[in-house]
Structures are given as C-alpha cells and as structure tokens.
C-alpha cells in the first residue's frame, strides 16, 4: 500500500510559478519502483492527465503544459514534484498525484494510488 499526499497549491497570477509536491508513505514508499503521474480536474470536469513521470524516469506532458511544467522526482526517493511556470486561468483546478507500479499512462484507470489532492488557483 502506498499513501500519496500533495502540497503546494495556492493562489496565484496568470505568469506566475507553483511548485507542486507528493510524498509517499506505507509499505513501499520508493517512488522510484512507480510509474508517477499528475491529473487535474477543473470545477464541472473530469479529471484529466497532465503529466507522468516513468519509472525509468522518462517524463510525458499533455499538449496543454508542454513547455510549461516539469515533473522530477524530488531529493527523497519517495517524492515527486511538479513545477508549474507561466501558469494561465485554464490551468486553475485541484491537481492529484497518482502511481502505479505496474501501469503507466495518460487514463485515470491506469493508477492505482491517489492523493486527496491540492488546489491551484490562477487569476488574470
């Protein structure tokens, strides 16, 4: 079992900067065995893919945040981060982080382990 907790969200303007963090606890917390992805989901939406992060460390953006975000894996080896430049009103929404340690995609069905989620807010 593994247990995901996000940090970092706030309010922010459009331009602005987040960083975003996930640790793990439980059983195997080494979230470098994982395949690690972020999902965001706007007021009235689904929820949708924004990044992952294999666990060979290969990292995957949507078209919408390519160029903009960056998934690494942070300083603890059961950690994640998720930075987030010249951020815009779209990107406003709470954003989960997920794993898996044996499915790695852009579908929410493909994870198996999910935080409770951070929101990020983005003014104009």
């Known amino acids: 079992q593994v247990q995901l907790v996000e940090s970092g969200g706030g309010l922010v303007e459009a331009g602005g900067s987040l960083r975003l963090s996930c640790r793990a606890s439980g059983s195997n917390p080494n979230l470098r065995s994982y395949c690690m992805g972020w999902f965001r989901r706007e007021p009235g939406k689904e929820r949708e893919w924004v990044a992952f992060l294999s666990n060979e460390g290969e990292a995957t953006y949507a078209d919408s945040v390519k160029g903009r975000f960056t998934v690494s894996r942070g300083n603890a080896k059961n950690s994640l981060v998720l930075q987030m430049d010249n951020l815009r009103p779209e990107d406003t929404g709470t954003y989960y982080c997920?794993?898996?340690?044996?499915?790695?995609?852009?579908?929410?069905?493909?994870?198996?382990?999910w935080g409770q989620g951070t929101q990020v807010t983005v003014s104009s």
């Open positions: 997920a794993a898996d340690i044996n499915h790695c995609g852009t579908e929410t069905f493909e994870f198996g382990y």
